[in-house]
């Protein structure tokens, strides 16, 4: 089974600065999809940034980029110029690429890294 | 943009009684998960179904079904209701089991 792991529970930021989030996680697929997830206090899942792990790229949106190291298993999140509305929940989360049994994998989320932004 | 819907969006429910939450997914979007998030815990994934048909499973208690409709709406049926299942419901939609799922604003089940 897969697991994924987010070793910061609570990370705290001055607004306008870089932070990063870190997520490591463990499968013995080759394969597969990995996301950060944002919930805010309203516990919407909003979808931050996904990465196909086939790829060597590293994926940004806007000022959200992740540092994947796929031979280490590991996905970090930086946020860059962190505003205030960047407070929330962070989840990592693992989805496999395939289909066991033919169906769609649901995904695996971290216990998540609560960001505090101080303004 | 259609967002995926679920409701009612709070359930207050006593213990033994019986609950059904609705989805409705994003238009044209064939596949549907269900997700349960216990306060202060990391969503966990219940069920899958793609065009109508049990896909995935993950750690869905027995008192819980759900299924897939026609028009591919899908109801997650709880019985014997325990305290412990006191959480926030997701549904999320994506097409053709695509990676990008996309979630409801949840339902928030309180069992007194």
């Known amino acids: 089974a897969q697991t994924v792991t987010q070793s910061q529970p609570e990370m705290s930021v001055q607004e306008a600065e870089t932070v990063t989030l870190s997520c490591t996680y463990d499968t013995s697929e080759s394969d597969y999809y990995l996301f950060w997830y944002k919930q805010p206090p309203s516990r919407q899942m909003i979808l931050v940034i996904r990465q196909e792990a086939y790829k060597q790229q590293n994926a940004t949106e806007n000022r959200f980029s992740v540092n994947f190291q796929k031979a280490a298993k590991s996905f970090s999140l930086k946020i860059s110029d962190s505003q205030l509305g960047d407070a929330a929940m962070y989840f990592c989360a693992y989805r496999t690429r395939g289909y066991s049994g033919g169906g769609a994998d649901g995904l695996t989320f971290g216990k998540g890294t609560h960001l505090i932004i101080q303004p | 943009a259609a967002g995926v819907i679920q409701s009612p969006r709070h359930l207050i429910k006593e213990k033994r009684e019986t609950a059904t939450l609705k989805c409705y997914p994003i238009?044209?979007?064939?596949?549907v998960y269900w997700y349960q998030q216990g306060p202060g815990q990391d969503p966990q994934f219940l069920i899958s179904?793609?065009?109508?048909?049990?896909?995935d499973k993950g750690s869905i208690p027995d008192r819980f079904s759900a299924q897939q409709f026609s028009d591919y709406h899908s109801e997650l049926n709880m019985s014997s209701l325990e305290l412990g299942d006191s959480a926030l419901y997701f549904c999320?939609?994506?097409?053709?089991?695509?990676?990008?799922?996309?979630f409801g604003q949840g339902t928030r089940l309180t069992v007194v």
């Open positions: 999320a939609s994506s097409r053709d089991r695509g990676y990008e799922a996309f």
């Open positions: 179904f793609y065009e109508k048909m049990q896909s």
């Open positions: 238009p044209r979007h064939d596949t």
